[in-house]
């Protein structure tokens, strides 16, 4: 956010940025999804709903994961939330109490530590590496349950901000683990749909038991509609009504109507994605080519994280130079990794192939100067 800020400071004052900071899709919303939107604006009454959502969105995205990933699920596990913010704020408030311990990795999504902190839990960060792809495994969590023991397990494949998917022999393992130990185990799914080589697998896959956090802002391009949804086990269904029905009565009936249609705008979501796609391939091979060849795999969601200890530990300085130097905007580490991001910065190919072109122009001719 403050890279955005600073950004935004330099085009008021006419200069140029190329935005490679945002996570978030820089296409629109698909032209079906507003449409069916405007018609129900048109209806004329926008009112409440079931604090768990419309009965029609909770059994399409029920049907979702049978057409998907072969998996049944019943609509009366799902949940509509306020984008995946609310689904981990409901999860966490179902699941825990204040001072549990919840194990997340690092590098990581940083809201899930900050959330965490915000509920009077306790974030673990368990850092991760090549050795493991970047993905918890069962002696980590087992090592860190040792240590003090945990509450649950949240693992996000793909990653933020590291792109890296984890294999289905992987998340099965996890699994496997959390349920030995009597660990809640929470898996975030917010980029399926964005994989480039090989797909995705719901952690429901492996364990019915498992608690999927998922939402329409990425492959869907609806980040600012706020809108997503949980599948919990049904034990867990009517707590999280009660919170839901507390915290915001419902999720707004226009965004749910947009989530419905969603699923239907599978061709034109396809179109969006074949575009990161090429950003992809550009940047896997301009990259290295300007010295910026240390990343990690880059399996999914649209971001490439790379190791710039080569000119710099110091992530902050380094982006704040690109930014006022180059006029590339891109994210520092520190928030993914307190512990190693300080040589680290993501970069997000989110936008056109034109814009991933002029910044590797950009940092390139900066780069040999420095």
């Not at 091979?285 to 880059?298: C, Q, R, S, T």
Request: hydrophobic residues 45%; aromatic residues 8%; contains cysteine.
């Amino acid at each position: 956010m403050d890279v955005m800020n600073q950004a935004a400071a330099i085009e008021r004052r006419g200069g140029s940025v190329v935005h490679m900071e945002v996570g978030q899709p820089s296409a629109p919303t698909p032209a079906s999804i507003r449409a069916a939107t405007a018609r129900a604006l048109e209806d004329g009454r926008i009112g409440y709903t079931q604090a768990l959502g419309t009965d029609s969105l909770r059994a399409r995205i029920a049907r979702h994961y049978a057409q998907a990933y072969g998996v049944e699920v019943a609509a009366e596990r799902v949940v509509v939330t306020t984008g995946s913010s609310g689904g981990f704020i409901l999860t966490f408030l179902a699941c825990f109490q204040p001072g549990d311990r919840v194990a997340i990795t690092a590098p990581g999504y940083p809201a899930y530590r900050n959330i965490l902190i915000a509920l009077g839990l306790e974030p673990v960060a368990i850092e991760v590496g090549p050795e493991t792809r970047f993905a918890l495994t069962p002696e980590l969590i087992e090592r860190a349950h040792r240590e003090k023991p945990l509450a649950g397990v949240l693992t996000m494949s793909p990653a933020n901000p590291t792109g890296v998917v984890m294999t289905p022999d992987a998340i099965a393992e996890v699994a496997a683990c959390c349920r030995k130990l009597g660990l809640w185990y929470i898996s975030d799914e917010i980029y399926h749909g964005l994989t480039y080589d090989t797909p995705a697998t719901t952690a429901l896959a492996a364990d019915p038991d498992a608690i999927i956090v998922n939402s329409f802002s990425k492959y869907y391009c609806m980040t600012g509609w706020r809108v997503g949804w949980l599948v919990v086990p049904e034990r867990l269904v009517r707590a999280i009504e009660r919170l839901q029905q507390n915290f915001s009565i419902s999720v707004p009936y226009l965004s749910q109507v947009a989530g419905e249609a969603a699923f239907d705008a599978t061709a034109e979501c396809e179109a969006i994605k074949a575009g990161y796609a090429q950003n992809r391939a550009f940047l896997l091979k301009a990259l290295p080519e300007i010295g910026l060849g240390d990343f990690l795999p880059v399996d999914g969601a649209f971001y490439i994280y790379l190791d710039i200890g080569r000119y710099s530990n110091d992530s902050m300085a380094f982006c704040r130079s690109a930014l006022e130097e180059a006029g590339v905007a891109i994210t520092p580490g520190l928030d993914f990794d307190e512990g190693r991001g300080a040589r680290t910065v993501r970069l997000s190919f989110a936008g056109s192939l034109a814009e991933c072109e002029e910044a590797v122009s950009r940092l390139g001719t900066w780069l040999r100067k420095r």
